[in-house]
């Protein structure tokens, strides 16, 4: 413990800036905590915990400019893997995507306090083709935001701080132990999220073959598509589709059949929106199961205009 609080003391800043720039990269990495006892340190020592402030915004746009050049070259496809690796999947889905569709770059400036919204927001931004100066001004407003709120918490609470870092280490090694114990917790707590997300959106899904056939006896459903309008743009959407950005914008009559298709990996926006649906009265809402990509890839019918 003694030199954990040695390394935070000696090294705060390189210590500050590779948390930071492990966490904003994907990894279930508290950033938080660091900056904040970092900050907390630097009071004590009469020094300024600015360049904290500093430090750790530089490393979040670091990361998150990385992510926005892939979103741009990858677009979707980068966007899919995200959310199949990530442990928490419910910010891919459809009310996290639509808060960029409405406010665009500028929901960057508070993104990082959104959770589950930061971690598509900068590929999000990169699909969706922001142009990067925009990007990288509202990143990084957002950046000192997120960073100067956690360094006045250090600064501010300096001695409350103190306190919980005296008692760890009067504690040695089971201090330690503490600390280590309380990462396994996050990453374990994330993950049960993640199982239990998935586990709630298992719900009956309808084949493209299935779709496809009411749609040639003439009774097709109301047909939803809630994907990003870039990526509409690009590869077209099912025939007589309806395209919408939030829960809101689904306000139909309630009706017998409606289906749902997305671009997310197990269907995860189309299945939130259907689950939605039902609970305000549609009897049957079924998400397309494999979304576009399953449908375009058995070669049906796809409209461009």
């Known amino acids: 413990m ?34 904040v006892v970092a900050a907390a340190l630097a009071v004590d020592q009469g020094q300024s915990p600015w360049p904290i402030a500093l430090v750790a915004a530089l490393a979040a746009v670091s990361a998150d ?7 741009r ?36 400036v508070v993104a ?12 999000l931004a990169g699909e969706s083709g922001t142009r990067p100066g925009r990007f990288l001004l ?26 919980v870092l005296s008692t760890l280490e009067e504690l040695g090694r089971y201090g330690l132990l503490a600390l280590l114990a309380a990462v396994v917790a996050f990453v374990v707590a994330k993950a049960w999220r993640r199982r239990a997300f998935l586990r ?13 056939g009411l749609i040639e006896r003439g009774a097709a459903p109301a047909i939803l598509d809630v994907r990003a309008p870039s990526q509409r743009a690009r590869t077209g959407w099912i025939p007589g589709a309806i395209f919408v950005a939030t829960i809101e914008d689904a306000a139909l009559a309630p009706r017998e059949e409606v289906v749902v298709y997305c671009d997310c990996p ?23 199961a494999g979304g576009f990509e399953a449908w375009r890839g058995e070669g049906r019918a796809v409209a461009t205009q």
């Open 65 to 71: 400019w990385l992510w926005f050049l892939g979103g």
């Open 2 to 35: 003694d030199l954990l609080l040695h390394v935070l003391a000696a090294y705060g800043l390189p210590v500050v800036f590779v948390a930071v720039l492990l966490d904003q990269g994907g990894l279930p990495v508290p950033a938080y905590p660091p900056i």
């Open 112 to 123: 990082k306090f959104v959770p589950g919204f930061a971690a598509v927001a900068t590929v």
């Open 138 to 163: 509202y990143d990084t407003l957002g950046a000192l935001l997120w960073a100067g709120v956690a360094v006045a918490l250090g600064a501010v609470f300096h001695e409350a701080v103190n306190e």
């Open 73 to 108: 070259r990858f677009g979707t496809r980068l966007l899919r893997l995200m959310c199949r690796l990530s442990l928490s999947p419910d910010s891919c889905v459809l009310t996290t995507r639509g808060i960029y569709a409405r406010w665009g770059a500028p929901s960057l």
């Open 200 to 212: 709630e959106l298992r719900m009956a899904r309808i084949t493209p073959a299935e779709l496809h």
């Open 266 to 288: 197990n269907e995860a926006s189309a299945a939130v929106l259907a689950r939605e649906l039902a609970r305000r009265g549609f009897k049957r809402v079924r998400p397309l």
